[in-house]
């Protein structure tokens, strides 16, 4: 399995913005479609964005659609998250995964990071 390593989280006012990052190990990251999730506080983890291998298709959950964006870098085994004009309801913990199923099939992620706090206050 991949191993997974986020960064990048904070704390920030409404209406900032943040950018994550998730470094993979081995050689191997182009062959897993990657994903970013987050889980609040007394709520179930919930799907963000997803992206496939070559990076040329992306998902969205509707909460975050037009505010995120998903990129990867191949070449750097990296997949970013950037987040603008966040809300305090975007306060969670945000954990990269990734899967050798497809980039929309959800439950497929099954490699995850250990997460990383991103707090928005009003």
């Known amino acids: 399995q991949v191993q997974l390593v986020e960064s990048g989280g904070g704390l920030v006012q409404a209406g900032g913005s943040l950018r994550l990052s998730c470094a993979a190990s081995?050689?191997?990251?182009?062959?897993?479609?990657m994903g970013w999730f987050r889980q609040a506080p007394g709520k179930e983890r919930e799907f963000v964005a997803t992206?496939?291998?070559?990076?040329?298709?992306?998902y969205y959950a509707d909460s975050v659609k037009g505010r995120f964006t998903i990129s990867r870098d191949n070449a750097k085994n990296t997949v970013y998250l950037q987040m603008n004009s966040l809300k305090p309801e975007d306060t969670a913990v945000y954990y990269c995964?990734?899967?050798?199923?497809?980039?929309?099939?959800?439950?497929?992620?099954?490699?995850w990071g250990q997460g990383t706090q991103v707090t928005v206050s009003s």
């Open positions: 995964a990734a899967t050798s199923d497809s980039f929309v099939y959800i439950p497929g992620f099954d490699s």
């Open positions: 081995g050689r191997t990251f182009s062959s897993y479609a």
């Open positions: 992206i496939n291998r070559s990076g040329g298709s992306t």
